[in-house]
């Protein structure tokens, strides 16, 4: 299994692209707001 990453919403709209390529690599991202993940 991939590495797992969690990123802020923020975070994530800002760097969407790359968090698809990690994702495509086989890593997890799980977003989260507030420290809860959606």
């Not at 994530?12 to 690599?25: D, E, F, I, M, Y």
Request: net charge positive; glycine share 14%.
């Amino acid at each position: 299994m991939g590495a797992m990453v969690t990123v802020g919403v923020h975070e994530a709209k800002t760097n969407l692209s790359k968090l698809l390529q990690r994702v495509a690599g086989g890593e997890d991202v799980i977003i989260t707001r507030s420290g809860v993940p959606v």
